[in-house]
């Protein structure tokens, strides 16, 4: 049985009409079902549903009626979705992530990719969004590039098969970790129209040669998912939002002023012991930033002769963040820093 396919998002006019989502991956600790009624209660009109153990587990038994299942309780609470496949220990309980497309077996990541294809299509989501995983110490990095590629080439004829969108994340400290590494892993996979990028709006602060608007501007033609989260530079640890250094009305206003008309999910998986409280808090954040692009937006359109205008501002030119691309990345969960 197939889920309702939600309505078509509606063109994003200004930062105020970008669509607000927020990850199940920050409310690991409800039921699915609770989860999706307190993000809808909140306001947000989509969910980045992350497959997991107590989150539309793909492997547990009765799949076909438990996609049914989430699909009506979505259509009934009126949440589009983009599916994400971050989960820590669902493939293995021993080691974090694993076995991803790198390692020597990936067979049950690729199972994992392919059936989340498949709930993606059922559910009618904007994306399926999945990303390259960490190089293990043994294997060579041509290898583990090829190996990446050729898992991909999988996913993406899986995708074709369903008519399903695919957002590539790049990940800090993974293969394949920036908007530079996208790119090449786009171009050797032959460009496909299917593969997209899936933005975290907190990793471009943390890492990217440019501004985090210029970043949205770099990619916006290929922009599926973005995910949206503060944090800072040279450390990889999804914040609050004003707990970082991002400044988000421009970021806002290039989401907008490019086009972008899928979900805006905030990603914050550390928050769940307190997920009601910080889903509400963020929602209001990113409603009083949005307002605050628009009034920008407004005031430079009308400015008076010889001020420029909304579409005569760079992007980047709205933020005054570092584009150091010297910085090293930190890793708060091991400490461990990577050049």
């Known amino acids: 049985m197939t889920a309702p396919r939600p309505r078509p998002a509606p063109p994003a006019a200004d930062a105020r009409t970008l669509r607000l989502g927020y990850g199940t991956n920050g409310f690991a600790n409800h039921r699915l079902d ?5 993000i809808a209660d909140l306001g947000y009109v989509g969910v980045a549903l992350t497959l997991d153990h107590d989150h539309l587990d793909p492997f547990a038994p009765g799949l076909t009626r438990r996609i049914a299942a989430v699909g009506r309780r979505l259509s009934a609470l009126g949440l589009a979705v983009v599916i994400e496949t971050g989960a820590r ?12 497309l790198l390692h020597d077996d990936p067979t049950r990541r690729i199972e994992f990719l392919r059936r989340a ?7 009618g989501a904007e994306a399926v969004s999945f990303w390259a995983g960490v190089r293990p110490e043994a294997v060579p990095p041509q290898t583990a590039w090829d190996r990446l590629v050729a898992g991909c080439a999988t996913v993406v004829d899986a995708a074709d098969a369903a008519g399903v969108t695919l957002g590539f994340e790049p990940e800090p400290g993974m293969l394949v970790e920036d908007i530079a590494g996208w790119r090449r892993l786009r171009a050797a996979l032959g460009d496909p129209g299917r593969f997209g990028i899936t933005l975290d709006i907190g990793h471009c602060r943390c890492l990217e040669p440019w501004s985090v608007p210029q970043c949205v501007a770099e990619v916006a033609a290929h922009l599926v998912n973005v995910q949206i989260d503060d944090m800072r530079r040279g450390v990889h640890e999804h914040l609050e939002f004003g707990s970082g250094e991002i400044d988000f009305p421009p970021v806002l206003a290039a989401l907008a002023q490019a086009g972008y008309r899928g979900l805006v999910a905030v990603e914050l998986p550390r928050d769940s012991h307190a997920a009601p409280a910080v889903a509400a808090r963020s929602i209001e954040f990113l409603r009083a930033a949005a307002a605050t692009a628009a009034a920008r937006s407004t005031t430079a359109s009308t400015a008076a002769t010889g001020r420029p205008t909304k579409d005569e501002v760079p992007a980047g030119a709205l933020c005054s963040a570092s584009t150091d691309a010297t910085a090293a990345v930190r890793y708060p969960d091991s400490g461990r820093r990577v050049e």
């Open 34 to 38: 609770d989860a999706l009624a307190v």
């Open 89 to 100: 220990y669902l493939l293995d309980p021993w080691h974090k992530h694993a076995p991803t």
């Open 117 to 123: 294809v498949r709930i993606g299509a059922d559910l």
